[in-house]
């Protein structure tokens, strides 16, 4: 955090929404930006980091998903009710399947061509890669919910800790979804939350989940962290990829809820018809739920139908703003201040 003029972080935030042009446009502003690379392939992931080098010269981070183990639950019953949600956009489920999302390639890919930071999700790279990434010339960060995963990632040897509070909007990072709670496993607030791991880690912090503007910011400061993780608040700025519909559904001021429905695995996003339809019977199967809906969620996204997609947000996402982002950044740098 020692080479920030403000200590705001952009999230990685998966699907496209975090582009090239927004990473660069905090980093502009004093921040460091994140491109996010589930559901890229490696070739993806190259183009994109080479876009913002080619943009300029700020430090950035690259975010990666670790993968977990393949599910063993039948997903039959859900693929009808998924079925359901899908015929009034004409759109089948797709073929539920387990895989990698190229883990090791984007790894080897960021050994070969290093970057300022890398950052891990839903799980923690071994110490050999983690030692590898710093000899390499990366700061290495793990994204944890609790404070045992806290421990577990500063055993591997990682630089700084994410801490996601559970008003996080997207993905919960918990390294192992406990299939039964709808947080998939301890929920802990994001102040407590930093209070907790600050008890027992010296690691710089970076505080994530329902940051809104600078008082939030300033919170997490004085509780422990060095850094504030802002996603939500970011989604309706120009430089975001997030889809017209989405944008459209973070102005309707509706209430934001965890759900397995759209991908197996907990996360929190906007209320809509399809989220509640399914919650209840959404089982912990990721990212085989995730493939078995994406036609249904894609063609709600193009027919710009806000309730058939998953539209992730995280508390505070009725305050969202349509700013420039580097506008947004100095000005909570400046509120925090």
């Not at 700020?58 to 990666?64: D, E, Q």
């Not at 559904?249 to 018809?273: D, I, S, Y």
Request: charged share 20%; proline share 7%.
């Amino acid at each position: 955090m020692d080479g920030l003029r403000v200590p705001i972080v952009a999230a990685p935030m998966a699907g496209g929404v975090s582009t090239p042009e927004l990473v660069v446009a905090v980093g502009a502003a004093g921040g460091l930006g994140f491109l996010a690379t589930g559901y890229l392939s490696p070739d993806r992931v190259k183009s994109q980091i080479d876009r913002v080098r080619s943009l300029s010269r700020c430090r950035f981070g690259v975010n990666l998903f670790v993968p977990g183990e393949p599910a063993v639950a039948d997903l039959t019953a859900y693929r009808a009710l998924v079925a359901e949600q899908g015929r009034p956009l004409g759109a089948s489920p797709g073929e539920p399947r387990w895989e990698d999302d190229d883990y090791h390639a984007k790894l080897a890919l960021l050994l070969d061509d290093p970057v300022p930071v890398v950052s891990f999700t839903f799980g923690l790279p071994s110490a050999q890669d983690v030692r590898r990434l710093q000899q390499a010339g990366s700061r290495v960060v793990g994204t944890v919910t609790t404070p045992a995963e806290a421990a577990a990632a500063e055993s591997v040897g990682v630089d700084a800790l994410c801490l996601q509070g559970i008003e996080a909007g997207g993905h919960r990072a918990v390294f192992t979804d406990d299939g039964h709670t709808e947080a998939g496993g301890p929920a802990h607030p994001l102040l407590d939350l930093i209070r907790l791991v600050r008890g027992q880690s010296a690691l710089p912090l970076i505080a994530a989940g329902g940051l809104t503007d600078g008082r939030d910011l300033a919170a997490a400061l004085a509780a422990g962290a060095q850094a504030g993780q802002f996603g939500t608040a970011l989604l309706r700025t120009p430089e975001a990829g997030t889809r017209p519909a989405h944008r459209l559904a973070l102005t309707q001021r509706r209430k934001t809820a965890l759900t397995r429905a759209f991908t197996g695995r907990p996360a929190r996003g906007l209320v809509n018809e399809m989220m509640l339809a399914l919650t209840d019977q959404a089982p912990a199967a990721y990212p085989e739920v995730h493939h078995l809906t994406a036609p249904v969620r894609a063609a709600a996204g193009a027919a710009e139908d806000p309730e058939r997609m998953s539209a992730w947000a995280g508390l505070g996402a009725d305050t969202t703003s349509d700013r420039p982002a580097a506008e947004l950044v100095t000005a909570w740098d400046a509120e925090a201040r």
